[in-house]
C-alpha cells in the first residue's frame, strides 16, 4: 500500500506523529495531501485540502479523475464548505473473501486499502465530518460520515452535496448514458455521445476516456438518502445532483449518518467493468442470518399475452389471470423443469385505465374467475410456485396500508416470491403524508426509497423474496437483504411488443455495460414468435429485433438469479429443440467471467454453474455481424466436454431471417478455440457439459 505525506518539513516536528502501521496521525496545519493505492498499485488516490477539500484519482499514472469538490450543505446550518482542512488521517487494509447466497459467483473477494480523513474548521458548530475512502483492484468507493456535534444534534437537512468528478480531457471522452429526472424513470434507450452533450444522467454512468480507460460512476448501499444523478456543468465537472423531496429538501436524516459510497469502477478496457465486484464489496453483509430459503431459479407467467393483448389484465372475456389458466401454465411448468408462475391480473383494481388505479389496487382480494387458494395448492401438488404480483401504479400509501395483510395471505398459500411494481411517470409517486395532505415524490427520491426497502424487509420477515419493477436502481443491497432477487429498471422485453421504437439491436449490448453494473435484471428474455403484430397496421414492424439465437444468449449474459421464459407455451412447444437451451440453462454460478466485449458492440460471457461442473456461454452483438474467437481455457483442464451449440445460421439476419439457427454438437477441451459468427443482432449460446 503507497500511502504518503507531501508538503510536509524535512524534520518531523515535535508535535506530529508518525506511524507505519495502522492508526492515527495526528497532522500539523502544513499537511497538504495523502494518497493512498490500490493493492496492485493500479490506482492512487489523492485526498488535498488545498482551497478546500477534494480527491483526485489516477490509474497507471494517467489521470481519471482530476480535482473534485467534496463537501455538503444544511438548511439551517453552515454546510462542509471551503474553510475545512484535514485534522487526522487513519489507514487500514482488509483482504478477505466471503460467500453469496446466490449470485454470479459464490466466492467474492474483498481485497482493498483504506484511508479515513477527518476534516475539521475553525468554527462552533457543523465544524467536522469524515469521509471514508476503500481503493480496490477495480475502482475505490467513498462516503461521508457526519457525527453528533454542534449545530448537528437532531434533525438534519440536506440541501445540496458538493461532491464532483471531474473528468480529464473531456472534449476526447465518449459517454453512454440515460436522463436522469424524467418521466420514464430508467426506462430509455441508451446514448453514445461525446461527454460533452450530457446533462443531468443516471447512473451507472459509463464513459471511455481518450486512453481508452473505461470508467463507471455509480453508487452502493443506497439506505435512507436520495438517488445521486450526475449534473453536467461545464463540459467535464459531473456534480452529484440528488433527487428532491417534493418540498425540495434534498435527504432528511438525523446527527449521526453515513452517505451512500460514491463509487468508481475502472478499468483499462471494456471488458474488465463486466467482472467487478465493487458495488457488492461496499455494502454490508448479510442481515438476514438463515439464507436457505432465499431460492434461484426459473418460471413462466401469465404476463406477455397481456403485452401483445391476446389477454386482459383486467377482468371479462379474455381475463388472463383466471384458476384455469393459472393450472395449465403449472402443467407446462411442471412438464418442462420451471420453479414457478408468474400470475398479473388477480386481484381487483385492474378494469379501466390501470396506470391510473393505485388508489384502488387491493391486494388480497381477488376477482371471481381466480381463487387464489386452489392456484396455490394445485402448484404445491406438482411442485410449482405460485409468483405472487403487487402493482401499485405508484400510489405507496395504498400498498403500505394493505402490505401486512397482502403479505400474510401470500405467505398462507405458500407464496415465496413477489414482483412488485410501481408503475407511474417519474416524480409522480403518491404519497399521503401525516397531515392527509397528497404529496408527490420520485421514485428515486429518499421516501420512495425508503418504501422499497421497507417491503423487502417485511417480505424477509415473512420468508419472501422480492422482485421489484419500475425500482430503485440497484446498489448491492442484495448482498445485505439477498430476499431482493431481481429488479427491473432499464428497457425490458415488454417494449418489443408494443413500443415504437422498440429496443434496438444494440440495447442489450448495451445493459451489461451500464444498467446491469449495478446488479441483476428481470429483462424477462426468451422470445421465440417475433410475428404477433405481423397482422397490425398500427404495430407492424414493433418485435424483438433479435435473432432466437440471441434470445437464448440472453439467458446467460443477462444475468439475474430469476429468470422467465417470457414467451406463450404453445410457442415453446412449437420448438422444442431450441427450448431444450432454457430447460437447461440454471440461474446461479459458481463463477462468472466476461471474456471480450465493447460497450453496446458486442459481450461474450462464460459462467460455470453453483455446485457443478458444467459451463455455459452467451454471445450477442449489436447491428453488425461479427466473428469472435474464444479461447476455452476457463474450462477444467484435462477434461473433455460436449459443447452444445445453438448459433445463427449462416442466413440469419435480425430484420429478414431472425429464426435460421443451427443446433450442434462438438467434443472440446481447455486447449480449444471457438470461432463465433454472429449474425446481425445475433448471439451464441452454448452448454459445455462435462464428459464422465
Not at 48 to 62: A, E, L
Not at 594 to 604: R, S, T
Amino acid at each position: 500500500m503507497t500511502f504518503f505525506r507531501s508538503k510536509l518539513p524535512n524534520k518531523l516536528s515535535a508535535g506530529l506523529l508518525f506511524t507505519l502501521g495502522c492508526g492515527l496521525l495526528p497532522l500539523q496545519a502544513a499537511a497538504k495531501s495523502y494518497n493512498i493505492s490500490s493493492p496492485d498499485g493500479a490506482i492512487t488516490l489523492a485526498v488535498d485540502d488545498d482551497n478546500g477539500p477534494s480527491y483526485r484519482v489516477n490509474f497507471n499514472g494517467q489521470p481519471v479523475i482530476e480535482a473534485s469538490r467534496l463537501g455538503m450543505v444544511f438548511k439551517d446550518v453552515a454546510g462542509f464548505d471551503s474553510s475545512f482542512t484535514i485534522t487526522s488521517v487513519e489507514k487500514s487494509q482488509v483482504n478477505t473473501s466471503w460467500q453469496q447466497p446466490w449470485g454470479e459467483r459464490k466466492t467474492v473477494v474483498d481485497h482493498h486499502n483504506e484511508l479515513l480523513i477527518r476534516f475539521s474548521a475553525d468554527r462552533e458548530q457543523s465544524n467536522r465530518y469524515l469521509v471514508r475512502f476503500r481503493v480496490f483492484n477495480d475502482g475505490l468507493g467513498f462516503r461521508y460520515e457526519v457525527p453528533k456535534q454542534n449545530g448537528l444534534t437532531g434533525k438534519v437537512e440536506i440541501t445540496d452535496e458538493l461532491t464532483e468528478f471531474n473528468i480529464p480531457q473531456a472534449e476526447h471522452t465518449t459517454a453512454w448514458w440515460i436522463p436522469a429526472r424524467g418521466w420514464n424513470r430508467y426506462e430509455y434507450l441508451y446514448n453514445t455521445t461525446p461527454l460533452s452533450e450530457i446533462d443531468r444522467v443516471h447512473t451507472p454512468f459509463t464513459f471511455k476516456l481518450k486512453n481508452q480507460v473505461h470508467v463507471s460512476i455509480h453508487e452502493a448501499a443506497l439506505v435512507d438518502y436520495a438517488a445521486m444523478t450526475l449534473d453536467q456543468q461545464r463540459t467535464g465537472r459531473l456534480k452529484a445532483d440528488l433527487t428532491p423531496w417534493s418540498d425540495g429538501i434534498l435527504v432528511k436524516t438525523r446527527a449521526d449518518f453515513n452517505t451512500p459510497w460514491r463509487t468508481l469502477q475502472i478499468s483499462p478496457d471494456a471488458v474488465g467493468l463486466l467482472n467487478s465486484d465493487l458495488i457488492l464489496n461496499l455494502n454490508e453483509p448479510s442481515k438476514i442470518a438463515d439464507t436457505s430459503w432465499i431460492k434461484p431459479g426459473k418460471y413462466i407467467g401469465i404476463w406477455w399475452g397481456m403485452h401483445i393483448n391476446e389477454t386482459t389484465w383486467g377482468s371479462g372475456d379474455r381475463h388472463g389471470a383466471t384458476t384455469a389458466e393459472t393450472k395449465r401454465y403449472m402443467d407446462f411448468a411442471a412438464e418442462n423443469g420451471f420453479d414457478g408462475v408468474l400470475v398479473e391480473g388477480w386481484n381487483i383494481g385492474w378494469d379501466g385505465d390501470w396506470f391510473f388505479n393505485g388508489d384502488i389496487f387491493n391486494f388480497t382480494k381477488s376477482y371471481d374467475d381466480f381463487d387464489l387458494k386452489a392456484a396455490a395448492d394445485y402448484g404445491e401438488k406438482l411442485g410449482v410456485k405460485l409468483i405472487g404480483h403487487h402493482e401499485t401504479s405508484g400510489s405507496v400509501t395504498n400498498y403500505r396500508n394493505q402490505l401486512n395483510d397482502a403479505y400474510d395471505l401470500y405467505r398462507q398459500h405458500g407464496v415465496s416470491q413477489i414482483k412488485t411494481g410501481y408503475v407511474a411517470d417519474g416524480g409522480d409517486i403518491k404519497r399521503i403524508d401525516e397531515n392527509g395532505v397528497v404529496r408527490h415524490e420520485w421514485h428515486d427520491g429518499q421516501f420512495t426509497i425508503g418504501e422499497y426497502l421497507h417491503s423487502v424487509k417485511e417480505a424477509a420477515k415473512r420468508k419472501i423474496s422480492i422482485n421489484t419493477h419500475e425500482p430503485i436502481k440497484d446498489t448491492g443491497l442484495r448482498r445485505t437483504y439477498p430476499n431482493w432477487l431481481s429488479r427491473e429498471g432499464a428497457r425490458g422485453q415488454e417494449f418489443n411488443a408494443w413500443a415504437n421504437p422498440a429496443n434496438g439491436p444494440e440495447h442489450t449490448a448495451m445493459l451489461p455495460f451500464t444498467r446491469m453494473l449495478a446488479g441483476p435484471m428481470d429483462f424477462t428474455p426468451g422470445i421465440f414468435n417475433f410475428d404477433f403484430n405481423a397482422n397490425s397496421k398500427e404495430k407492424a414492424g414493433i418485435r424483438p429485433q433479435t435473432t432466437l439465437a440471441k434470445q437464448l444468449a440472453l439467458y446467460v449474459v443477462l444475468y439475474s438469479p430469476v429468470q422467465m421464459a417470457a414467451d406463450l407455451p404453445r410457442n415453446y412447444q412449437a420448438n422444442l429443440p431450441a427450448f431444450q437451451f432454457i430447460k437447461d440453462v440454471p440461474t446461479d454460478w459458481e463463477n462468472s467471467r466476461a471474456l471480450a466485449g465493447e460497450v453496446g458492440d458486442y459481450v461474450v460471457f462464460t459462467r460455470q454453474e453453483r455446485d457443478g461442473d458444467d459451463w455455459y456461454l452467451g454471445a450477442l452483438t449489436d447491428e453488425a455481424e461479427r466473428k469472435v474467437e474464444v479461447a476455452l481455457n476457463f474450462l477444467e483442464p484435462g477434461r473433455q466436454y460436449q459443447a452444445q451449440i445453438y448459433r445463427d445460421g449462416d442466413k440469419a439476419h435480425w430484420l429478414n431471417n431472425p429464426y435460421d439457427m443451427v443446433i450442434e454438437q462438438k467434443t472440446v477441451t481447455a486447449k480449444d478455440k471457438l470461432t463465433l459468427a454472429l449474425a446481425a443482432s445475433g448471439g451464441s449460446a452454448i452448454r459445455f457439459k462435462l464428459l464422465k
